[in-house]
């Protein structure tokens, strides 16, 4: 990859609207579709114009822009607002347009939310990146090699250090709040929240008796049901592509658990199963197109 090309994932992933649309008009030109974006009031709004309402097709493209944009989890940019129309002319103002008659103006228009990178990802991230922007100062400014070596190796080892002592502190954050949760906040209880021993490790767990329909556990644990019911009559790509959305729900639903729900862990737990399922079946709808 060139420099250049490294220099425009960089920015993208500093969340540089102009970064993203590039990465994601590269991404999509196989398609046909071409992208434009503005950032407004905390949401991406996003338009995706192509020639035909083939190259539209709902499903298909908002799984592909929600896996490149997740794929460069651009800093500050969480919410993003699909919208689509059939190709035009040149617009400036076509949010302003699109706002004003989108009945008329669009295919159709859809909200995702994307998946926040963890602690310790960002780190590394920002990490590499000082790491690449330190090594091009070096070969400018022709640094002697020992002291340049030895400037690297004392940057390697703080940023070690740190990284470090994050894992550190949230593996004592993590034990402690399991002791306070097992012998303080729960001292008689004897039944952990576990996946049964001799139950299917990819099944969904089954919602606490009372939950009600608010209940995100309950209800993630039911649309995983229903999901995994579905995927084995699935056979086309779209079948595919809806099966990886509706696991995709599954797991922001599970992610809504509260941490003082004596579920949490299980939830966790059940967060990361369902996006495996989910980036499982977007596997599937690529290689049966």
Not at 141 to 159: D, V, Y
Not at 256 to 277: F, G, I, K, M, P
């Amino acid at each position: 990859m060139t420099n250049e090309a490294n220099d425009i994932i960089k920015q993208a992933k500093q969340g540089s609207v102009a970064a993203v649309i590039q990465v994601l008009n590269e991404k999509l030109a196989d398609s046909g579709v071409r992208t434009r974006a503005i950032f407004a009031d905390g949401v991406l709004q996003l338009l995706c114009e192509a020639p035909t309402l083939e190259q539209l097709e709902q499903p298909v493209l908002v799984e592909r822009i929600r896996y490149l944009l997740e794929e460069i989890s651009p800093r500050n940019i969480r919410r993003v607002n699909i919208n689509s129309r059939i190709v035009r002319e040149q617009q400036l103002l076509w949010l302003e347009e699109i706002s004003r008659d989108p009945e008329n103006q669009l295919v159709w228009s859809e909200e995702i939310t994307l998946k926040r990178p963890s602690f310790l990802q960002q780190l590394q991230a920002d990490w590499a990146n000082r790491e690449t922007d330190t090594n091009r100062s070096e070969l400018s400014k022709a640094i002697p090699p020992k002291i340049a070596l030895r400037k690297k190796q004392e940057r390697q080892q703080f940023w070690k250090g740190i990284i470090g002592g994050a894992i550190a502190s949230c593996l004592l954050l993590a034990g402690g709040w399991w002791l306070y949760d097992r012998f303080i906040a729960n001292p008689t209880s004897s039944v952990t929240a576990s996946t049964p021993p001799d139950s299917d490790p990819s099944a969904p767990a089954s919602p606490t008796p009372g939950a009600t329909s608010d209940d995100p556990f309950a209800t993630a644990v039911r649309l995983a049901e229903k999901t995994s019911a579905d995927g084995k009559a699935a056979q086309t790509s779209a079948d595919w592509l809806q099966l990886a959305s509706q696991w995709q729900k599954a797991s922001d639903l599970m992610a809504q658990v509260d941490t003082t729900d004596s579920r949490y862990t299980l939830a966790q737990t059940r967060v990361a199963l369902y996006r495996q399922n989910s980036e499982a079946a977007l596997e599937k709808a690529q290689s049966t197109q």
